[in-house]
């Protein structure tokens, strides 16, 4: 194909691909878009338009930034020498990857390699109703999740998703599975009883009305995102995840944290649960653990975990009867090895946290300017502003004007996201995360792009 003349991918693209979250009817009548090239944090598209890009990838995911040939070659050496062999067995750089990874994570032990993210769920679950069959005669199986929270595609993850619209028409889901409230403060004003201070407190004590209820005994386990990502951008009110660990502890549940968005960098510390000074039983990780190079997801456990499934060795059934086809890829792990020696040596997290204290504030500005931002929250470079018509209500604007200042920003050079296809009449939160390599200036860019947009959608 000619590198200069595009036209017959983007008509292969048209005629044979199904993109992701995407309504094709549109590509009827106007190009599919097709990304051609990216370096640092600008990424080209096929007809040659140059988009500075605050949502990595599209999905949080290009945590190092584009075009990172240090990665490349690593993925390629490894490749050549030795690029797969079932997990059965260990690889060099599996090894040496788990040996870096729990370095940065205390009190963890175990890495366990799987497909995705919501694969690596998925094995947290199969994890906890084993636990529940092998100590608990099989009672202790249900596996709590949260309002407004996400953990994955398939049916088992969207059966712990808090996400309305993700899950419409995929049903019936399997049992087992109970949801617990969010704990939004800035719409604690939906929650019937919650209180005027100590939100945070108050809002982990409903999960332990949901425990009452459903029976201490029949708990396994609790699966939160540390950060809610696609449902809003939530960032924890004070007080929220000591009294979520006090409560797993007092009921003997397991705690399972999914930082597949939030973890290695995301929001200024290797993992977002770090922020919280909690231990959990069960993390769960893929996107910027290698940046998008290759693909790899991670489910990673205690010691005290791993322990359960080689107590006996007589039984049969005692260990962890699982496998995943590609979590014995060695390009994942190889990619996942450079992008922390990259985080580590350019100083990544430190700067994430200065670059988002800076979009923090910029957003905050925003607000002042804008009245149709109700709320602005973050953490590093993981960040939202919530629209709404009316600041006193809380109403959110129409979901077409959230999508306008998408595309206003897309037509300026900025690619911004925006929840979606999450809850009904609730996809109203614009989104943020840039790659943690970002300058003063890149966030400013970004910023400034979502200014005029408002005021050219709500003038």
């Known amino acids: 194909m000619n590198a200069n003349d595009l036209t017959e991918v983007i008509e292969a693209d048209r005629a044979h691909l199904w993109h992701h979250l995407t309504q094709h009817k549109p590509f009827e009548t106007i190009d599919p878009r097709v990304m051609v090239e990216g370096k640092g944090m600008r990424v080209w598209d096929a007809k040659g338009t140059e988009y500075l ?42 090894s040496v990857f788990a040996k870096m990874l729990i370095e940065k994570m205390p009190g963890m032990s175990r ?69 617990v409230p969010h704990c939004l403060e800035y719409r604690k004003h939906q929650q019937q009883g919650a209180p005027a201070e100590n939100y945070g407190e108050w ?10 209820r459903e029976g201490p005994d029949t708990v396994g386990g609790l699966c939160l995102e540390p950060i809610t990502a696609g ?20 009921y003997d549940i397991l ?50 975990v791993f322990e359960m499934f080689k107590d006996n060795a007589e039984d049969p059934l005692n260990y962890f009867r699982d496998i995943s086809t590609f979590g014995g890829c060695t390009a994942g792990p190889a990619a996942a090895i450079e992008n922390m020696r990259i985080i ?6 430190a700067n994430c946290q200065k670059m988002g ?24 470079l993981f960040l939202g502003a919530e629209l709404v018509a009316d600041r006193e209500t809380r109403e959110p604007v129409a979901e077409k004007k959230v999508q306008a200042v998408v595309a206003e920003c897309m037509a300026q050079g900025v690619i911004i996201g925006a929840t979606n296809r999450s809850l009904p009449g609730l996809n109203n939160t614009l989104c943020l995360s840039p790659a943690l390599i ?22």
């Open 53 to 94: 890009d605050a949502v990595s990838g599209g999905v949080w995911t290009v945590n190092v930034g584009y075009g990172r040939e240090s990665i490349a070659r690593a993925v390629y050496e490894q490749l050549v020498k030795m690029n797969y062999f079932a997990n059965s067995a260990g690889s060099i750089p599996g």
């Open 111 to 179: 890495v366990y390699y799987t497909n995705s993210g919501s694969e690596a769920n998925e094995k947290a679950f199969k994890m906890i109703r084993q636990i529940a069959h092998k100590r608990h005669g099989g009672r202790k199986y249900k596996i709590l999740y949260r309002d407004r929270d996400y953990h994955g595609s398939t049916l088992a993850a969207m059966s712990a998703g808090g996400q309305e619209e993700r899950n419409a028409q995929y049903g019936p889901f399997a049992p087992g599975f109970v949801r």
């Open 203 to 212: 809002a982990a004590d409903q999960i332990e009305q949901v425990i009452l």
């Open 231 to 250: 449902g809003g951008v939530i960032v924890p009110p004070e007080g929220y995840w000591p009294r979520v660990q006090e409560i797993c502890r007092k």
């Open 255 to 304: 705690l399972h944290i999914d930082e597949v968005v939030c973890g290695v960098g995301r929001t200024g510390t290797w993992f977002g649960y770090q922020h919280y000074g909690v231990q959990p039983d069960f993390v769960t990780m893929a996107k910027g653990v290698a940046s998008g190079y290759a693909a790899i997801a991670c489910c990673v456990t205690t010691e005290a």
């Open 344 to 349: 580590e040596d350019e100083g990544l997290l």
């Open 357 to 380: 204290a800076r979009a923090l504030a910029n957003l905050e500005a925003l607000k002042d300017k804008h009245r149709v931002i109700g709320d602005v929250r973050g953490k590093g």
């Open 438 to 459: 970002a300058t003063e200036d890149d966030i400013d860019e970004i910023t400034t792009a979502i200014d005029r947009a408002l005021t050219r959608v709500f003038s």
